[in-house]
């Protein structure tokens, strides 16, 4: 596709279920990195990768919150044992250069809305 | 720690200019960029600044100061469409991006 795409959009959980969001980056794009976005504040950092590797995932909030990028393409977050702090909308972005070229332009997916009950 | 400041909310008219302010202080500097967020919707680029001075480009002007730890963004002829939220991001020493919590525009006719 043109841009990048996440999915589900929207996604209820209930307390302790798992949930698994998924972001297929702009075909190509090097660097793919999720944002963890609350209402009315700005995206906070979770975790980048460059192609397959994880480069840093200092961001992740606990050991129940895991990104893969086997492939080096589609990128998958996994909450387990979800929590209502949890509720957010994540972001996924993109970008063809890696961390550190310079550029900084990043492609954003729409997000995907997680609600915990 | 890191903190980048901007104002929460701003009201402009339509037709108008408003200048949406960031300061920050973070670990190392290496590019100030700015991104508009409409609601519901992911952030769009707007600027990115790496030398101190302004950038222009059409109806947005983006100006950085390192020395001060200071950008603005200005938005000239205003559009209802403009309205929206504004982020102010750094990229720290680490070339990760720190944001602001975001500017929310509001523009009446």
Redesign the interface.
Known sequence: GAGVSQSPRYKVAKRGQDVALRCDPISGHVSLFWYQQALGQGPEFLTYFQNEAQLDKSGLPSDRFFAERPEGSVSTLKIQRTQQEDSAVYLCASSPGVVGDGTGELFFGEGSRLTVL | GQN?DQPTEMTATEGAIVQINCTYQTSGF??L?WYQQHAG?????LS?N?LDGLEEKGRFSSFLSRSKGYSYLLLKELQMKDSASY?C?V?DSN????????TKLIIKP
Not at chain 2, 41 to 45: L, Y
Request: proline content about 5%.
């Open positions: 980048i290496n590019g960029f919707e992911a952030p769009t680029f990115y790496v982020l991001a990229l070339y990760q991006l720190i944001w602001g919590a975001g």
